[in-house]
């Protein structure tokens, strides 16, 4: 699952380089995001949102993971 992961991750930032993408998958007890693939994040980013809690408002990555909804960041 890690590469095709990867490979996904790629894709998508090849068809659009200007974007950098991230998988993150949710634990054993659907609470906390685990970044699974990000090559192009800033260690810091990968640092920030490993681990965090799913929720509204909790960031970008943890409000998708509970609505289910995309969420894209501008910046």
């Known amino acids: 699952m890690p590469d095709i992961l990867k490979a996904v991750v790629r894709g998508v930032e090849q068809l659009q380089p200007a974007m950098l993408c991230s998988i993150a998958l949710l634990d054993d007890q659907r609470q906390h995001l685990g970044l699974a693939v990000a090559p192009r994040l800033p260690d810091f980013f990968k640092a920030a949102i490993d681990g965090e809690q799913i929720g509204i408002g909790a960031g970008c990555c943890a409000t998708a993971a509970y609505?289910?909804?995309?969420?894209?960041?501008?910046?």
Do not use: L
Request: hydrophobic share 35%.
């Open 67 to 75: 609505t289910g909804e995309r969420v894209i960041a501008e910046d």
